[in-house]
T-cell receptor
Framework: QKEVEQDPGPLSVPEGAIVSLNCTYS??????FMWYRQYSRKGPELLMY????GNKEDGRFTAQVDKSSKYISLFIRDSQPSDSATYLC????????FGKGTRLHILP | KAGVTQTPRYLIKTRGQQVTLSCSPI?????VSWYQQTPGQGLQFLFE???????NKGNFPGRFSGRQFSNSRSEMNVSTLELGDSALYLC????????????FGPGTRLTVT
């Protein structure tokens, strides 16, 4: 079993829809949970991070961590075409482990 | 503030050759991590350096090595290149070691023929 599992997509949704992106993990030692966004031909950029369990909101983005289920989510409200990118979940113990990323397409 | 810079951006090498990639972190950042990104395996951790010391290493063969200089700039070297080494190599910097907040460069696209 891989440490971090993420559905690669692609995921296509119409503009304005709510997007739900998810990852599962196996290592209970993870304490920091991050979401990165990567546009084509660019390096990943940190979107949000959460420490331990709980929710965190930043504008249209909400990150959730459920440590009991070893499950994390990123919700994007009012999705825009500019949100089209690959979204990578990431988690840290002594190093950062990334999911493979979900390709998201927002259709105008 | 200037971002993370990586040179070169693109590189084509032949099997058996060696290659050196360079990374300049954000000013003031002392930690540099290297990753390999491929379509099949995604983003995989290579190693992390802080204050010129390797703190952590991923599951890559010894052909992959790195170092960090006193000005925090880092280089990674791959010897005896194999076709499977073709990938995007990303460097990320952070202010401290063990940070969740890493800033990535644009990457070096290495093609091995």
């Amino acid at each position: 079993q891989k440490e971090v599992e993420q559905d690669p997509g692609p995921l296509s949704v119409p503009e304005g829809a709510i997007v739900s992106l998810n990852c599962t993990y196996s290592n209970s030692a993870f304490q920091y949970f991050m979401w990165y966004r990567q546009y084509s031909r660019k390096g990943p950029e940190l979107l949000m991070y959460t420490y331990s369990s709980g929710n965190k909101e930043d504008g249209r983005f909400t990150a959730q961590v459920d440590k009991s289920s070893k499950y994390i989510s990123l919700f994007i409200r009012d999705s825009q075409p500019s949100d089209s990118a690959t979204y990578l979940c990431a988690m840290r113990d002594d190093k950062i482990i990334f999911g493979k990323g979900t390709r998201l397409h927002i259709l105008p | 503030k200037a971002g993370v810079t990586q040179t070169p951006r693109y590189l084509i090498k032949t099997r058996g050759q060696q290659v050196t990639l360079s990374c300049s972190p954000i000013s003031g950042h002392r930690s540099v991590s290297w990753y390999q990104q491929t379509p099949g395996q995604g983003l995989q951790f290579l190693f992390e350096y802080f204050s010129e010391t390797q703190r952590n290493k991923g599951n890559f063969p010894g052909r992959f090595s790195g170092r960090q200089f006193s000005n925090s700039r880092s280089e990674m070297n791959v010897s005896t290149l194999e076709l499977g080494d073709s990938a995007l190599y990303l460097c990320a910097s952070s202010f401290t070691a063990d940070s969740y907040e890493q800033y990535f460069g644009p990457g070096t696209r290495l093609t091995v023929t």
